[in-house]
């Protein structure tokens, strides 16, 4: 039978008297004194401030082992971080100079397309292969009043700050077919392309405030959101210092046409 799993059981002896037999006593010392700690282990528990000398030096020794190892592991990551530094930057730098070649040959093509000035559509059979031509159009359907007019003052500014999209008018009364067919009812009304597609309107000036009176910047913003134009933050300063020149030089206009519909 296993002996850690089994116990060995006893009973006290009694005398004829009705006290236990001596010999259970002495027995019962013996299984008392089986259980007791050894003596090699009561005395070095008995004095444990004799071992933390030691106790201290293998944990100091043990200490500088690890930071050791951990300053050597330091060490070649830095030699592997410089080693790559090098081919990093000559990579980082060829990325750069292909970026500035793309972004060159994209800026030409642009400029070649008519982007970076605000243009008039001359008639409507052109409409189609100027929208086709570029990825991000702005046309404004316009007629001869004062909103169309502050309109273009601030479309005028943004196509030179925004040399992505093409910028462009169409004179709406002149365009029957397209304003039919774009649902053009009020006037200004600006038809935002992308890829070819009218994706989205900005009709009046309820969206920019209800008033002939808002800023350049409040423009870029409505068209930023739609994503028509690239966001730029430098962009966006220089919108909002050439919005208050802008609003000054319409309200300096002899013209006060106050028509906004066909």
């Not at 410089?82 to 730098?93: F, G, K, T, W």
């Not at 304003?179 to 994706?199: C, F, G, H, Q, Y």
């Amino acid at each position: 039978m296993n002996k850690a799993a089994s116990f060995l059981p006893f009973s006290p002896v009694y005398s004829k008297s009705g006290k236990i037999s001596p010999s259970f006593t002495h027995s019962a010392s013996q299984i008392h004194f089986d259980f007791e700690i050894p003596a090699r282990g009561r005395q070095r528990s008995s004095n444990p401030t004799m071992e933390i000398p030691k106790v201290q030096e293998i944990l100091e020794k043990q200490v500088l082992t690890v930071a050791k190892a951990f300053e050597d592991k330091i060490d070649d990551e830095i030699a592997a971080l410089e080693r790559l530094d090098n081919d990093d930057l000559e990579a980082l730098r060829e990325r750069r100079l292909q970026q500035m070649k793309k972004m060159a040959e994209k800026r030409s093509r642009w400029i070649g397309l008519g982007h970076g000035e605000y243009s008039e559509i001359p008639a409507e059979k052109d409409f189609f292969s100027i929208v086709k031509a570029s990825e991000r159009v702005v046309c404004h359907f316009y007629r001869e009043n004062w909103p169309c007019k502050v309109m273009d003052k601030h479309l005028n500014l943004l196509a030179k700050q925004h040399i992505e999209t093409r910028f462009v008018k169409i004179n709406a009364e002149k365009s029957p077919f397209l304003a039919e067919r774009l649902k053009i009812v009020v006037l200004p009304t600006l038809a935002l392309i992308k890829n070819a597609k009218v994706d989205d309107y900005v009709v009046g000036f309820d969206e920019l405030g209800g008033t002939d009176e808002f800023s350049t910047e409040d423009l870029e913003e409505r068209l930023a959101k739609a994503q028509v134009i690239f966001s730029d933050g430098e962009s966006s300063l220089h919108a909002s210092k050439s919005g208050t020149q802008t609003k000054r030089s319409v309200r300096q206009s002899s013209n006060a046409d106050s028509s906004d519909s066909d």
